[in-house]
């Protein structure tokens, strides 16, 4: 037998949106746990194919399938969150930046879009951007497309509340030289679509001033990428090539026919690409400026040695570094990733690089070549011992020979790797003389290694004032031809790293920034690097740029990017941020309507079959209250009793209002004005999709109807009341408290007798106003008796109130005199005698009144605690007692029981048209 999901798991599943019932049905059909994911994959697709159709998804739909794509076509991709949200959980956090849709593996473009977000200069371009009133439709007209698709999303991710956007018609829109929409959702070289995109962009940009074009088509030299087409490149006087467009002047020398030729060309790099196998950015850069090839052929078809020089002319205001990771493999035929380590610093300078320093930096370079040749043999070093015999750290293996050899011992016989007793003293010795050795080695090789870079790095510190600090790292995780981009970016002015992983964005420790960056983790590593001048980086420390602040917080737009917004834009910003808590309304309502169903129909149900359950228990019995145990069963009881079937629909209504308070947040109901008529129209097309006539409400409640319900809960807190006093009262009784009883009963009557006369409560005090005093004065009768002088002086206060009036009053009068007379007659003491004369001369002690009139404060403690549990609004369908109702039928008829002579003598006095005497009313309490 299977063993019980645990919790745990259930928790990570609901987590990502797949529902409990949906876990359940995986966790049956998997056969190990492993497989829990693809199933619940597999299972989810059916669902939703069986339930909607494509034409109908909505935009939750659609991401849910994005992603459900995304994680199949890129199961190997631990990095990568699988999560379906619900337009709550997609309110973006106060603080964190917007994040962007994954419109079908576009992370590689969301990171570019996310770090061209960051440039306070670019953003302001598009942003300030004129969009012409007629857009032409040509490839420049698609460019102006583009801007404009790019404004609104930057709009968008300025000042919207959501936690991500959706960049589509950016994505859409991009197009190549020739006017082609680009393909999307293939895995793409981030430098080869980042290139097409600029160049548009510029193009709408500097035609929007010139209609003559700036654009030529040329082909960029670098190493085999996924993506290998043609380029287009904007001339450097655009306002994109000057922030983000790297002008190298390129320097070809060689030999033809005895004479020494130089070339010279200029061109734009959007990045400047880094080999790998260097090991780290400054180096690489090195040899991106200075490339010696040994077998060039010139014009003549002559074999000779050439050096190729690519200077930086004019550096942009953003510096991107590609980090070439891959290559062809001839043997596999496709393109393979590699993952070396590959290291760079937060800040570098560009000096040594620029045109105007090349004969600074050759002579320089000439000077550090003997320090890079002992730095290669250093590193040579480093590498056989820390992969000795290409396998293994030397220090590790002698460390795990000398475990291996002093485990050779009778002690330890019972692990498999001991062979016996074997006395090897002397090899540990001298292993572990090898591994102090080691050790010893590993750390002069790193101190070597560190002083040639000191004194390699000395000789450029009259080279830095071009300085540059690392803003932004697009990571890459996966193989060549698969994976993920994620992106991190840096907030100078806050000091803090954000990681951009399409939807999700948030904070994260530079560590882990530089971990990912660096390569620790196999498949995880830097892509690409974007480096920001140091003035641009000023210009941010100075002044709040980014506040990332939502609607409903204090500063929203009050940063440098919300100055760009004009009155239209910010309009445009409320519209979608209204659009978007209204899609919340929306969604919350149809989450409360689906679980409001469910709790309706629970209700019902539980009213229905409950009152029938009760009905039956007390059938026989003819004097009931009516049943309390809720406001609905109140009103079915009453509407029984009285035979009112117009309060049919009240009653709907009043089990619907206590399902909406059930399910919803802040208990709102129904009734109350705190549901919308939005709203209520949406329950009742659910409740008419869901529920026969039998079991729904009708629309509304007529303005009688709800009249009517008012007045019904009014009555139900009253009866409630009463019925808890009338409950204390029945104990009282059966514990012949009796001057507790007068005071009681006294509150009791007073409150009853407003009430109508068909009311039980109202049946009970009138019962009680004789019940009680022939109980009190009958039990003293008795000769073996005791009498009780405070009660018949309490009673004597009780009956001037004469809370309902007597028709016989003098009747009444006189058979109280006859049996007062009893007492008399079998106690003939003088204070029986004074009472008897107080009562006959109906005379009226204020302190008995006032004792009356004054109830215990213990008595209201009680009645409050009874009707605490007795709600009109929140009750709840698992509560099968109704204490008050139990108490007042079973107190009825436990009363009955104990005082049954007494009962007997009342209803004789009623009977009789002559007052019953001493004998008659001895024989019948005997």
Same mark, same amino acid.
């Given at each position: 037998?299977?063993?019980?999901?645990?919790?745990?798991?259930? $928790?990570?599943?609901?987590?990502?949106?797949?529902?409990?019932?949906?876990?359940?049905?995986?966790?049956?059909?998997?056969?190990?746990?492993?497989?829990?994911?693809?199933?619940?994959?597999?299972?989810?697709?059916?669902?939703?194919?069986?339930?909607?159709?494509?034409?109908?998804?909505? %935009?939750?739909?659609?991401?849910?399938?994005?992603?459900?794509?995304?994680?199949?076509?890129?199961?190997?991709?631990?990095?990568?969150?699988?999560?379906?949200?619900?337009?709550?959980?997609?309110?973006?956090?106060?603080?964190?930046?917007?994040?962007?849709?994954?419109?079908?593996?576009?992370?590689?473009?969301?990171?570019?879009?996310?770090?061209?977000?960051?440039?306070?200069?670019?953003?302001?371009?598009?942003?300030?951007?004129?969009?012409?009133?007629?857009?032409?439709?040509?490839?420049?007209?698609?460019?102006?497309?583009?801007?404009?698709?790019?404004?609104?999303?930057?709009?968008?991710?300025?000042?919207? $509340?959501?936690?991500?956007?959706?960049?589509?018609?950016?994505? !859409?829109?991009?197009?190549?030289?020739?006017?082609?929409?680009?393909?999307?959702?293939?895995?793409?070289?981030?430098?080869?679509?980042?290139?097409?995109?600029?160049?548009?962009?510029?193009?709408?940009?500097?035609?929007?001033?010139?209609?003559?074009?700036?654009?030529?088509?040329?082909?960029?030299?670098?190493?085999?990428?996924?993506?290998?087409?043609?380029?287009?490149?904007?001339?450097? %006087?655009?306002?994109?090539?000057?922030?983000?467009?790297?002008?190298?002047?390129?320097?070809?020398?060689?030999?033809?026919?005895?004479? &020494?030729?130089?070339?010279?060309?200029?061109?734009?790099?959007?990045?400047?690409?880094?080999?790998?196998?260097?090991?780290?950015?400054?180096?690489?850069?090195?040899?991106?400026?200075?490339?010696?090839?040994?077998?060039?052929? /010139?014009?003549?078809?002559?074999?000779?040695?050439?050096?190729?020089?690519?200077?930086?002319?004019?550096?942009?205001?953003?510096?991107?570094?590609?980090?070439?990771?891959?290559?062809?493999?001839?043997?596999?035929?496709?393109?393979?990733?590699?993952?070396?380590?590959?290291?760079?610093?937060?800040?570098?300078?560009?000096?040594?690089?620029?045109?105007?320093?090349?004969?600074?930096?050759?002579?320089?370079?000439?000077?550090?070549?003997?320090?890079?040749?002992?730095?290669?043999?250093?590193?040579?070093?480093?590498?056989?011992?820390?992969?000795?015999?290409?396998?293994?750290?030397?220090?590790?293996?002698?460390?795990?020979?000398?475990?291996?050899? %002093?485990?050779?011992?009778?002690?330890?016989? %019972?692990?498999?790797?001991?062979?016996?007793?074997?006395?090897?003293?002397?090899?540990?010795?001298?292993?572990?003389?090898?591994?102090?050795?080691?050790?010893?080695?590993?750390?002069?090789?790193?101190?070597?290694?560190?002083?040639?870079?000191?004194?390699?790095?000395?000789?450029?510190?009259?080279?830095?004032?071009?300085?540059?600090?690392?803003?932004?790292?697009?990571?890459?995780?996966?193989?060549?031809?698969?994976?993920?981009?994620?992106?991190?970016? !840096?907030?100078?002015?806050?000091?803090?790293?954000?990681?951009?992983?399409?939807?999700?964005?948030?904070?994260?420790?530079?560590?882990?920034?530089?971990?990912?960056?660096?390569?620790?983790?196999?498949?995880?590593?830097?892509?690409?690097?974007?480096?920001?001048?140091?003035?641009?980086?000023?210009?941010?420390?100075?002044?709040?740029?980014?506040?990332?602040?939502?609607?409903?917080?204090?500063?929203?737009?009050?940063?440098?990017?919300?100055?760009?917004?004009?009155?239209?834009?910010?309009?445009?910003?409320?519209?979608?941020?209204?659009?978007?808590?209204?899609?919340?309304?929306?969604?919350?309502?149809?989450?409360?309507?689906?679980?409001?169903?469910?709790?309706?129909?629970? @209700?019902?149900?539980?009213?229905?079959?409950?009152?029938?359950?009760?009905?039956?228990?007390?059938?026989?019995?003819?004097?009931?209250?009516?049943?309390?145990?809720?406001?609905?069963?109140?009103?079915?009881?009453?509407?029984?009793?009285?035979?009112?079937?117009?309060?049919?629909?009240?009653?709907?209504?009043?089990?619907?209002?206590?399902?909406? @308070?059930?399910?919803?947040?802040?208990?709102?109901?129904?009734?109350?004005?705190?549901?919308?008529?939005?709203?209520?129209?949406?329950?009742?097309?659910?409740?008419?999709?869901?529920?026969?006539?039998?079991?729904?409400?009708?629309?509304?409640?007529?303005?009688?109807?709800?009249?009517?319900?008012?007045?019904?809960?009014?009555?139900?807190?009253?009866?409630?009341?009463?019925?808890?006093?009338?409950?204390?009262?029945?104990?009282?009784?059966?514990?012949?408290?009796?001057?507790?009883?007068?005071?009681?009963?006294?509150?009791?009557?007073?409150?009853?007798?407003?009430?109508?006369?068909?009311?039980?409560?109202?049946?009970?005090?009138?019962?009680?106003?004789?019940?009680?005093?022939?109980?009190?004065?009958?039990?003293?009768?008795?000769?073996?008796?005791?009498? /009780?002088?405070?009660?018949?002086?309490?009673?004597?206060?009780?009956?001037?109130?004469?809370?309902?009036?007597?028709?016989?009053?003098?009747?009444?009068?006189?058979?109280? *005199?006859?049996?007062?007379?009893?007492?008399?007659? /079998?106690?003939?003491?003088?204070?029986?005698?004074?009472?008897?004369?107080?009562?006959?001369?109906?005379?009226?002690?204020?302190?008995?009144?006032?004792?009356?009139?004054?109830?215990?404060?213990?008595?209201?403690?009680?009645?409050?605690?009874? *009707?605490?549990?007795?709600?009109?609004?929140?009750?709840?369908?698992?509560?099968?007692?109704?204490?008050?109702?139990?108490?007042?039928?079973?107190?009825?008829?436990?009363?009955?029981?104990?005082?049954?002579?007494?009962?007997?003598?009342?209803?004789?006095?009623? &009977?009789?048209?002559?007052?019953?005497? !001493?004998?008659?009313?001895?024989?019948?309490?005997?």
């Amino acid at each position: 037998m299977k063993k019980q999901i645990q919790k745990e798991l259930i $928790d990570q599943y609901t987590q990502m949106g797949f529902s409990v019932e949906l876990i359940h049905m995986a966790w049956e059909v998997i056969n190990a746990e492993s497989e829990m994911m693809d199933t619940l994959i597999t299972l989810s697709s059916q669902n939703q194919q069986m339930q909607q159709t494509s034409n109908k998804q909505d %935009e939750e739909i659609q991401l849910t399938q994005a992603l459900l794509d995304s994680y199949k076509t890129n199961q190997q991709t631990g990095s990568q969150k699988f999560e379906i949200i619900s337009p709550e959980q997609r309110k973006r956090v106060d603080g964190i930046p917007c994040g962007l849709k994954n419109v079908g593996n576009t992370c590689y473009f969301n990171g570019l879009l996310q770090t061209y977000f960051f440039d306070c200069q670019f953003v302001k371009t598009i942003i300030t951007f004129q969009i012409p009133q007629q857009i032409e439709q040509n490839k420049y007209g698609k460019s102006i497309q583009l801007v404009q698709n790019l404004q609104n999303l930057f709009i968008s991710m300025i000042g919207s $509340d959501k936690k991500y956007v959706d960049p589509s018609e950016v994505v !859409k829109s991009i197009c190549d030289e020739f006017g082609n929409v680009l393909p999307i959702g293939d895995q793409k070289d981030v430098g080869e679509f980042n290139l097409y995109f600029l160049s548009r962009v510029g193009e709408a940009l500097t035609q929007a001033e010139s209609q003559s074009s700036k654009v030529e088509d040329i082909y960029i030299e670098s190493s085999p990428s996924i993506l290998k087409q043609k380029s287009s490149v904007i001339h450097d %006087e655009d306002i994109v090539s000057k922030l983000f467009l790297c002008k190298v002047f390129h320097q070809f020398q060689f030999e033809q026919g005895g004479i &020494q030729q130089i070339r010279e060309s200029t061109e734009l790099f959007n990045y400047i690409p880094l080999d790998l196998k260097d090991g780290n950015l400054y180096d690489s850069f090195d040899n991106f400026i200075v490339n010696n090839i040994d077998d060039f052929k /010139n014009d003549f078809n002559e074999t000779v040695q050439a050096v190729k020089y690519n200077w930086i002319h004019s550096p942009p205001q953003k510096l991107s570094f590609q980090i070439q990771r891959v290559i062809y493999c001839k043997e596999k035929n496709d393109l393979i990733k590699q993952n070396d380590e590959f290291t760079f610093d937060e800040e570098i300078y560009l000096d040594r690089f620029l045109l105007e320093n090349r004969v600074k930096y050759l002579e320089t370079r000439i000077q550090n070549k003997e320090f890079k040749s002992k730095q290669k043999k250093i590193k040579l070093g480093q590498q056989q011992l820390a992969k000795f015999n290409d396998q293994h750290d030397l220090q590790d293996v002698l460390t795990n020979t000398i475990k291996f050899l %002093e485990m050779q011992s009778v002690e330890n016989n %019972e692990h498999a790797a001991n062979f016996g007793q074997s006395d090897q003293q002397a090899a540990i010795d001298q292993l572990q003389q090898f591994t102090q050795k080691v050790l010893r080695k590993k750390r002069q090789l790193q101190t070597q290694y560190d002083e040639l870079e000191n004194q390699i790095q000395a000789s450029y510190n009259d080279l830095k004032k071009h300085k540059y600090l690392l803003q932004s790292i697009l990571i890459h995780d996966g193989q060549a031809n698969s994976g993920h981009y994620y992106t991190y970016i !840096k907030d100078f002015r806050r000091e803090t790293w954000f990681k951009f992983n399409d939807i999700h964005v948030g904070v994260e420790t530079k560590e882990k920034v530089f971990q990912d960056a660096f390569g620790m983790k196999t498949g995880v590593n830097a892509y690409l690097l974007i480096y920001a001048r140091i003035d641009i980086v000023k210009q941010e420390l100075e002044s709040q740029i980014r506040s990332y602040r939502i609607s409903s917080e204090h500063g929203y737009l009050n940063d440098k990017y919300g100055s760009f917004l004009n009155y239209m834009q910010r309009e445009q910003l409320a519209k979608e941020n209204q659009l978007f808590y209204n899609e919340i309304e929306e969604y919350k309502s149809s989450r409360i309507i689906e679980k409001l169903i469910e709790s309706y129909q629970i @209700r019902f149900q539980f009213i229905n079959e409950h009152y029938r359950n009760i009905s039956s228990q007390v059938q026989q019995t003819t004097y009931k209250p009516l049943i309390m145990l809720n406001f609905p069963m109140f009103i079915k009881s009453k509407m029984t009793v009285l035979g009112k079937d117009s309060y049919e629909n009240i009653l709907k209504w009043a089990i619907l209002d206590s399902a909406l @308070r059930d399910v919803n947040q802040d208990k709102s109901g129904i009734f109350g004005g705190q549901i919308s008529e939005h709203f209520q129209n949406q329950i009742m097309v659910k409740f008419k999709a869901q529920f026969n006539e039998f079991k729904r409400p009708t629309d509304y409640l007529s303005t009688e109807e709800q009249n009517e319900f008012h007045k019904l809960t009014q009555e139900y807190i009253q009866y409630v009341a009463m019925a808890s006093l009338a409950s204390i009262l029945l104990d009282l009784i059966l514990k012949r408290e009796f001057c507790m009883v007068l005071s009681v009963l006294h509150h009791f009557s007073m409150n009853a007798k407003q009430l109508d006369t068909h009311n039980y409560f109202y049946k009970m005090a009138s019962n009680f106003q004789k019940l009680i005093p022939i109980i009190i004065i009958c039990k003293m009768i008795p000769a073996q008796a005791n009498v /009780n002088l405070q009660e018949l002086e309490l009673l004597q206060a009780y009956l001037s109130f004469q809370h309902f009036r007597v028709e016989d009053q003098n009747f009444w009068d006189t058979q109280i *005199s006859i049996m007062m007379n009893a007492v008399c007659e /079998n106690h003939d003491e003088p204070y029986v005698q004074n009472i008897i004369t107080k009562f006959e001369a109906n005379i009226k002690d204020p302190n008995f009144i006032n004792q009356i009139v004054q109830i215990n404060d213990d008595i209201g403690v009680q009645q409050a605690a009874l *009707s605490a549990s007795y709600d009109v609004y929140y009750w709840f369908p698992n509560v099968k007692q109704d204490v008050l109702f139990d108490k007042l039928v079973s107190g009825w008829n436990e009363m009955k029981a104990q005082f049954d002579p007494f009962i007997k003598i009342q209803q004789a006095h009623k &009977q009789s048209h002559i007052p019953l005497m !001493k004998q008659e009313l001895e024989n019948l309490i005997c």
